[in-house]
């Protein structure tokens, strides 16, 4: 028989629908059967039990919020009768516990690029990284040029990642800027680099040097267009050696260990915290159980989950970061007049979730059960195996960007109302249902929604970890990379002149 509702967590005062529902259609719970009042689409909850007005409504064996009025078994359980517990900062206690996950030992390889200095890449990509958003223009005609030139060569692509900022920036904002360019001219999975500048910005290439630090100059090469007689064809010049220097790296058997891989979701449902937030779960404990490392970013959706990766700091030092990680960017809502628990959006309520706990406690899955080795603020490269947390907004470009910056080969990114956009990094575009995936074929890349057709979570975690290789090898490439979706966006804070 067909299942139409889950329960996900024994102590839970609703149930999560498979199904759409009408009025009289009836469920069966612990042999009792309840009998629904009105129409409840799938994605959405249904009362179990009656749950009294101010009463906690618990979902995931937590609370997601308080009803607002009686509700009876059978209702519909929304917006319309939940509201959220959450207020503004607060103050934690270090209550620590173990984490299930054991690094095991494994001969488990991808096929990646060992860069001189060490790192490794999943890509052999060249980069352009323009210092100022007003010559995005000229950067995209050199890399339409050098595409178009050296399209037969072993290089995965010659990509331009648009953006607005490095002119007329002051403080945290030009820094922001910087720390999030800099840590893209790191990133291995780009074999080379052309840094291009205009000559007259807040960060002119001589500035932008000092923020970038030790860089091989065969890898990394600089224009300043403003002192250019013709830029597109220096620039053409440039791109030349940069394509030689990349064609000398060829794939090679790395370990798995050395895998770093960032978690997001976005335009999430009803499904998110039940299929495919967990299965990223799944994985980034195997990848860490492995040696690799995980980032797990948006710090508003932690709010009203952020106990529970607090309890797997892995020391006491690491909890009071979570608390600040999370305290801090309360404040900064709160320092521009807005609502701390304004989420979740439009979209997400439509797909059925209610409160900012609910999205929170769905969010946080992605971290699986491991340690929380380190907390990282915006713009910050990871140095440690095992999960990180990385500060962040929701804003699914801002924060795409910020996981690749920060060194991720790969952006696991689950959905389940879809979207095209991907970042500089394979974005692995993750659907919670299965319509979605049918829908959406040139957007997804792996369906989770099977979880709910019977499929169990070893076996499509084997089969999506199978999957992560084949695609960190080149074997396969997701739609992002097809399709050329790749882009960058970057947080601003402050004052523009």
């Given at each position: 028989m067909e299942s139409t509702h889950i329960i996900v967590n024994q102590l839970d005062n609703v149930a999560f629908a498979?199904?759409?529902?009408?009025?009289?259609?009836?469920?069966?719970?612990?042999?009792?059967?309840?009998?629904?009042?009105?129409?409840?689409?799938?994605?959405?909850?249904?009362?179990?039990?009656?749950?009294?007005?101010?009463?906690?409504?618990?979902?995931?064996?937590?609370?997601?919020?308080?009803?607002?009025?009686?509700?009876?078994?059978g209702d519909w359980v929304h917006t319309h009768n939940v509201k959220t517990n959450l207020k503004g900062t607060m103050e934690y206690s270090y209550t620590p516990k173990p984490s299930s996950v054991k690094r095991m030992e494994t001969d488990r390889t991808f096929q990646g690029y060992v860069r001189e200095n060490g790192d490794?890449?999943?890509?052999?990509?060249?980069?352009?990284?323009?210092?100022?958003?007003?010559?995005?223009?000229?950067?995209?005609?050199?890399?339409?040029?050098?595409?178009?030139?050296?399209?037969?060569?072993?290089?995965?692509?010659?990509y331009h990642y648009p953006h607005l900022f490095g002119c007329s920036q002051l403080g945290d904002d030009l820094h922001n800027t910087q720390k999030i360019?800099?840590?893209?001219?790191?990133?291995?999975?780009?074999?080379?680099?052309?840094?291009?500048?205009?000559g007259c910005e807040n960060n002119y290439i001589e500035e932008f040097k000092k923020v970038i630090g030790d860089y091989d100059?065969?890898?990394?090469?600089?224009?300043?267009?403003?002192?250019?007689?013709?830029?597109?064809?220096?620039?053409?010049?440039?791109?030349?050696?940069?394509?030689?220097?990349?064609?000398?790296?060829?794939?090679?058997?790395?370990?798995?260990?050395?895998?770093?891989v960032g978690l997001k979701c976005g335009g999430s449902d009803g499904y998110s915290g039940i299929t495919a937030n967990p299965l990223l779960g799944s994985?980034?404990?195997?990848?860490?159980?492995?040696?690799?490392?995980?980032?797990?970013?948006?710090?508003?959706?932690?709010?009203?989950a952020e106990q529970i990766l607090m309890e797997r700091s892995k020391d006491e030092a690491t909890f009071r970061k979570i608390v600040d990680l999370v305290n801090d960017f309360k404040e900064y809502f709160i320092r521009h007049g807005q609502n701390v628990y304004?989420?979740?959006?439009?979209?997400?309520?439509?797909?059925?979730?209610?409160?900012?706990?609910?999205?929170?406690?769905?969010?946080?899955?992605?971290?699986?059960?491991?340690?929380?080795?380190?907390?990282?603020?915006?713009?910050?490269?990871?140095?440690?195996?095992?999960?990180?947390?990385?500060?962040?907004?929701?804003?699914?470009?801002?924060?795409?960007?910020?996981?690749?910056?920060?060194?991720?080969?790969?952006?696991?990114?689950?959905?389940?109302?879809?979207?095209?956009?991907?970042?500089p990094v394979p974005t692995v575009k993750i659907s919670t249902n299965s319509p979605l995936f049918q829908k959406k074929k040139n957007w997804i890349d792996f369906n989770a929604g099977v979880l709910v057709d019977g499929k169990g979570k070893e076996e499509l975690t084997d089969?999506?970890?199978?999957?992560?290789?084949?695609?960190?090898?080149?074997?396969?490439r997701t739609n992002n990379e097809k399709f050329g979706f790749k882009e960058i966006s970057i947080f601003k804070d402050g004052v523009i002149l």
């Open positions: 498979l199904k759409n529902f009408k009025a009289g259609d009836t469920i069966k719970v612990a042999h009792k059967v309840i009998t629904i009042h009105e129409e409840i689409v799938a994605g959405h909850k249904i009362a179990i039990r009656t749950i009294e007005k101010n009463e906690n409504v618990i979902k995931y064996g937590y609370p997601i919020g308080k009803a607002t009025e009686t509700i009876r078994p490794v890449g999943i890509r052999n990509e060249i980069w352009i990284i323009n210092t100022v958003g007003c010559i995005n223009k000229t950067c995209e005609i050199v890399a339409k040029n050098a595409t178009e030139q050296y399209k037969d060569e072993n290089l995965d692509g010659v360019l800099s840590n893209l001219i790191h990133h291995p999975n780009a074999a080379a680099i052309l840094v291009m500048g205009l100059d065969k890898r990394v090469k600089f224009l300043e267009i403003q002192e250019a007689e013709d830029e597109i064809e220096e620039a053409m010049n440039l791109m030349e050696e940069l394509v030689t220097y990349a064609k000398s790296f060829e794939r090679q058997p790395v370990s798995i260990s050395k895998l770093k994985f980034s404990d195997r990848l860490i159980s492995y040696g690799g490392a995980t980032i797990l970013t948006e710090t508003p959706e932690m709010f009203g304004e989420n979740p959006s439009p979209g997400n309520k439509k797909g059925g979730i209610t409160t900012l706990e609910e999205k929170s406690l769905g969010n946080v899955q992605k971290g699986g059960f491991a340690q929380v080795a380190d907390v990282l603020p915006y713009g910050s490269r990871i140095n440690k195996a095992g999960l990180n947390l990385l500060q962040g907004p929701g804003n699914d470009l801002i924060s795409v960007t910020a996981l690749a910056a920060s060194g991720a080969h790969i952006v696991l990114f689950t959905t389940g109302r879809g979207t095209p956009f991907g970042g089969e999506f970890f199978e999957y992560i290789i084949q695609m960190a090898s080149g074997e396969v």
